[in-house]
């Protein structure tokens, strides 16, 4: 039985069918991507959704700085492009270089151009089930769970992490399926109480092979979010090896969740254009 949970071929098919509507509509959305500094995960990170935006027709606005850059002249950047109306888009990818003020730099953005959805009008909006712009990684594992036809209404889900950038949105969404919740983190005594438990296992922690096999209840859904580097490798924040031998369906690393952020942030992109036009 196969059952490994093909993140590659999903976001494809959502590639294709935005691909499909810019055309349809004849339009050209612009993503503006901020980097601070040369963090190496960063550099690949931005190729991918380069490559990505340009294969659907969304132009691609790489801006540059070195670490040495003032606050000041970020946020500078991030008010022309909040004026120029042909970005529809604009993302700072994280994490910047120690001693930047991240949330007030991302709270400069544009609230309908923050693709990342990471300003308090999209925080707050998502708490309250308003429309609005969601984080990408977290609209990707709900992407992957729908297309799974996975019904979190009827699932005890466990969370391993509480990242303002997946964690914390992804309680929202998984809480407006109906799902029931524990979420774990860091300081937690005794994760396995929980993770055992779990229909549906959700981890982004950051940590190699944190889950094994004796904490993951027979028959799982596990969602893995880690991207590690272990040597020259990519790896998850799952014991894929063995995990896979207990799960009733889980994702790879590389080609379960990464592919599906970038596919959400294309997403995005085209909604934020919506919202402005
Ligand atoms: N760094 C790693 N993932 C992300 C992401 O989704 N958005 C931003 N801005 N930075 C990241």
């Known amino acids: 039985m196969n059952n490994i949970i093909d993140g590659t071929k999903i976001s494809l098919k959502i590639r294709k069918q935005v ?4 055309k349809k509509e004849n339009i050209t959305p612009c993503l503006a991507v901020i980097q601070v500094g040369d963090n190496k995960a960063s550099l690949v990170y931005i190729k991918n959704k380069k490559k990505a935006c340009e294969d659907v027709g969304i132009r691609f606005e790489h801006i540059k700085f070195n670490d040495t850059i003032s606050e000041d002249l970020v946020i500078n950047e991030i008010k022309r492009l909040n004026n120029d109306i042909s970005v529809n888009g604009i993302l700072v990818q994280l994490p910047l270089p120690e001693g930047f003020d991240e949330g007030k730099i991302i709270n400069q953005i544009d609230p309908l151009k923050d693709v990342d959805g990471l300003t ?4 707050g909006n998502l708490v309250l089930e308003n429309d609005c712009l969601v984080p990408c990684t977290p609209l990707g594992v709900m992407e992957l769970l729908k297309a799974y036809k996975i019904n979190l209404a009827t699932k005890n889900v466990c969370l391993v992490g509480r990242s303002n950038l997946v964690g914390k949105p992804l309680i929202q969404l998984l809480l407006k399926e ?6 774990c983190h ?9 993770t055992t438990k779990a229909d549906v296992l959700i981890v982004a922690a950051g940590h190699p092979n944190l889950i094994t096999k004796n904490m993951v209840k027979e028959g799982a ?5 880690g991207i590690n580097k272990e040597g020259n490798l990519l790896c998850g924040d799952v014991d894929f090896k063995e995990v896979s031998k207990k799960a009733s369906l889980i994702t790879p690393v590389p080609g379960g969740v990464g592919p599906m952020t970038v596919s959400c942030l294309l997403k995005n992109v085209v909604k934020a254009y919506k919202l402005q036009n």
């Not at 691909?19 to 810019?22: A, G, N, Y």
């Not at 308090?120 to 925080?123: C, D, F, K, L």
């Open 19 to 22: 691909k499909t509507l810019l």
């Open 120 to 123: 308090y009008p999209n925080v």
């Open 178 to 183: 109906d799902a029931t919740l524990s979420i």
């Open 186 to 194: 860091s300081k937690s005594l005794d994760i396995k109480n929980y």
């Open 221 to 225: 859904v596990v969602i893995d979010v």
